[in-house]
């Protein structure tokens, strides 16, 4: 009788491929033939329920996987994490004093918590085209510039050439875009689209090969990375008292928005629309299909199963996002409802954070 180590490499691979992350960690220590069955290209985190950030203090921060229902612990290389697009890595930073550049400021870098990697992103001080960016020379010498949405163009595990955008701010002040490319040590200004009104910057996401940002104005634009400009692609018109998303959903580009009780303020439904970048124009989107979305308090991703997929406690065609009252709930596309997930972690909606874990 043959040994589990002796089984057929396509009957590994297939098992291996429908785990969750715990699990395929552990299937890849077992023996030198499971773990060639388990490679990097065999996980597909878009398939698998992601975790959820549920604390962080002394520089540690808890991550709860609702698939199995335990908690992680990962030490962070710096504190305030930030969900980053896409939601493999998070963005840390730490103040102190920059010897790059010689002065006080906040130090950021974008960090795996699987994988523990973490990667420093340049001074927000050095820039290379400090004239695409005008804000920024009445205030590089305060220190209190900060990233306040940050997308990759792909993940620095898989590829070493990416691209980092992210847009900036002071006291909560929209100041500019901003580009890093993969090598270079110094950020690049994007000037903004022209003959717009300023406004503020809620969502930054790399969609289909472009960054794509969302603004307070209900605008959504693209950034011309030939000319280092953002463009307008399309004015939505919406006029909800809520907060929009973006989000990549089984190819499509979708806009999100959690729509507020006007008494108390709590998410009394879920709007979804399609947006097609290149006709600019929308769909109002009623089912997910095979689909889950999950609402960070800036951000969101996309889960997407079937029936081979390992998914506990998660079900297609919802919305999951934490409210005020600090539980988890989900919206039903289905039933047009807000219910509360009992058996999930409370924590401050504010903190909430779902991450993809992947290498």
Same mark, same amino acid.
């Given at each position: 009788?043959?040994?589990? #180590?002796?089984?057929?490499?396509?009957?590994?691979? =297939?098992? &291996?491929?429908?785990?969750?992350?715990?699990?395929?960690?552990?299937?890849?220590?077992?023996?030198?033939?499971?773990?060639?069955?388990?490679?990097?290209?065999?996980?597909?985190?878009?398939?698998? &329920?992601?975790?959820?950030?549920?604390?962080?203090?002394?520089? %540690? &921060?808890?991550?709860?996987?609702?698939?199995?229902?335990?908690?992680?612990?990962?030490?962070?290389?710096?504190?305030?994490?930030?969900?980053?697009?896409?939601?493999?890595?998070?963005?840390?930073?730490?103040?102190?004093?920059?010897?790059?550049?010689?002065?006080?400021?906040?130090?950021?870098?974008?960090?795996?918590?699987?994988?523990?990697?973490?990667?420093?992103?340049?001074?927000?001080?050095?820039?290379?085209?400090?004239?695409?960016?005008?804000?920024?020379?009445?205030?590089?010498?305060?220190?209190?510039?900060?990233?306040?949405?940050? &997308?990759?163009?792909?993940?620095?595990?898989?590829?070493?050439? /990416?691209?980092?955008?992210?847009?900036?701010?002071?006291?909560?002040? @929209?100041?500019? /875009?901003?580009?890093?490319?993969?090598?270079?040590?110094?950020?690049?200004? %994007?000037?903004?689209?022209?003959?717009?009104?300023?406004?503020?910057?809620?969502?930054?996401?790399?969609?289909?090969?472009?960054? %794509?940002?969302?603004?307070?104005?209900?605008? *959504? +634009?693209?950034?011309?990375?030939? #000319?280092?400009? +953002?463009?307008?692609?399309?004015?939505?018109?919406?006029?909800?008292?809520?907060?929009?998303?973006?989000?990549?959903?089984?190819?499509?580009? =979708?806009?999100?928005?959690? *729509?507020?009780?006007?008494?108390?303020?709590?998410?009394?439904? *879920?709007?979804?629309?399609?947006?097609?970048?290149?006709?600019?124009?929308?769909?109002?989107?009623?089912?997910?299909?095979?689909?889950?979305?999950?609402?960070?308090?800036?951000?969101?991703?996309?889960? #997407?199963?079937?029936?081979?997929?390992?998914?506990?406690?998660?079900?297609?065609?919802?919305?999951?996002?934490?409210?005020?009252?600090?539980? +988890?709930? /989900?919206?039903?596309? #289905?039933?047009?409802? %807000?219910?509360?997930? @009992?058996?999930?972690?409370?924590?401050?909606?504010?903190?909430?954070?779902?991450?993809?874990?992947?290498?």
């Amino acid at each position: 009788m043959a040994s589990w #180590e002796e089984l057929p490499q396509e009957i590994l691979e =297939l098992i &291996a491929g429908r785990l969750a992350m715990e699990d395929f960690l552990a299937f890849r220590g077992v023996c030198t033939s499971w773990r060639s069955a388990a490679v990097r290209d065999t996980y597909n985190a878009k398939s698998k &329920a992601p975790w959820l950030m549920i604390y962080v203090g002394n520089g %540690v &921060a808890e991550f709860f996987s609702i698939s199995r229902g335990r908690t992680h612990q990962v030490r962070l290389p710096g504190s305030r994490p930030q969900a980053v697009n896409p939601t493999r890595w998070i963005l840390v930073s730490r103040w102190g004093f920059d010897q790059r550049v010689s002065r006080w400021g906040n130090q950021y870098c974008i960090f795996n918590p699987l994988s523990r990697v973490g990667i420093e992103l340049p001074a927000l001080t050095k820039f290379r085209h400090k004239s695409r960016l005008r804000p920024l020379k009445r205030h590089r010498c305060s220190g209190s510039i900060r990233i306040h949405r940050i &997308a990759l163009s792909s993940s620095p595990s898989s590829s070493g050439d /990416y691209t980092v955008m992210v847009t900036l701010c002071r006291d909560l002040r @929209s100041l500019g /875009y901003a580009l890093h490319r993969s090598g270079e040590d110094a950020w690049t200004g %994007v000037s903004a689209a022209a003959n717009l009104p300023r406004s503020t910057f809620l969502q930054l996401i790399h969609y289909d090969g472009q960054f %794509v940002a969302l603004d307070s104005r209900s605008r *959504i +634009m693209t950034l011309d990375e030939r #000319e280092c400009r +953002m463009q307008l692609r399309l004015f939505l018109g919406h006029n909800f008292a809520g907060y929009p998303y973006l989000v990549e959903c089984s190819g499509a580009l =979708l806009v999100v928005w959690k *729509i507020w009780d006007q008494e108390d303020g709590t998410v009394e439904s *879920i709007r979804v629309f399609a947006v097609d970048l290149e006709e600019g124009g929308q769909e109002e989107v009623l089912n997910l299909g095979n689909a889950a979305l999950f609402l960070n308090g800036n951000s969101a991703i996309s889960a #997407e199963f079937n029936s081979e997929s390992c998914l506990p406690g998660i079900k297609p065609n919802r919305i999951y996002f934490h409210d005020k009252d600090k539980k +988890m709930h /989900y919206y039903s596309m #289905e039933d047009e409802k %807000v219910e509360i997930c @009992s058996d999930a972690p409370r924590v401050y909606f504010h903190r909430a954070m779902w991450i993809q874990p992947d290498f």
